[in-house]
């Protein structure tokens, strides 16, 4: 079967199904210069936005960014720590200087351990609320009279 002059020049292709398509013609220079003008329009943008971040700065801080506050890099600001978990020490620095002191016990004399159990220490501590030590009377001054005791 032959074809006519339009099928030829037609860019429409009929497949075995009897889909029609076009073929795919692109213009390339259409599609390269649309994505030149959108990149330089874009880069015009980026300078835009930059200059006037700069000017916006210069007419907040005339004199330049402030100095430096002089709690940074301290351990703690506030009741913030500012230091990361991970390379905070104090509370291991903390927890092991008091279970030194637990170690080392307590007593009259240097070195001498002395841990009283909880029973012995629960029984001195009912002492001590049953039977207080004395308070000691005030001391009067020479060619006064002590007060009278209170009943």
Do not use: C
């Not at 880069?43 to 006037?52: S, T």
């Not at 005339?62 to 913030?80: F, K, L, N, S, T």
């Amino acid at each position: 079967m032959k074809k006519t002059q339009v099928e030829l020049e037609s860019r429409v292709i009929v497949g075995p199904h009897g889909v029609a398509a076009e073929e795919d013609h692109l213009v390339m220079s259409k599609v390269v210069g649309i994505g030149v003008g959108s990149l330089a329009i874009f880069a015009v943008g980026i300078v835009w936005a930059w200059r006037i971040q700069v000017q916006t700065m210069a007419d907040i801080q005339p004199d330049g960014p402030p100095p430096r506050p002089a709690a940074i890099g301290q351990y703690e600001i506030g009741i913030v720590n500012q230091r990361l978990f991970q390379q905070d020490w104090h509370a291991e620095d903390k927890i092991s200087g008091q279970d030194q002191a637990l170690r080392a016990g307590w007593g009259d004399q240097p070195g001498v351990k002395q841990h009283p159990g909880i029973d012995a220490a629960m029984k001195t501590v009912i002492q001590q609320k049953r039977n207080p030590a004395p308070t000691p009377a005030p001391e009067s001054a020479p060619g006064q009279t002590p007060p009278a005791p209170q009943q």
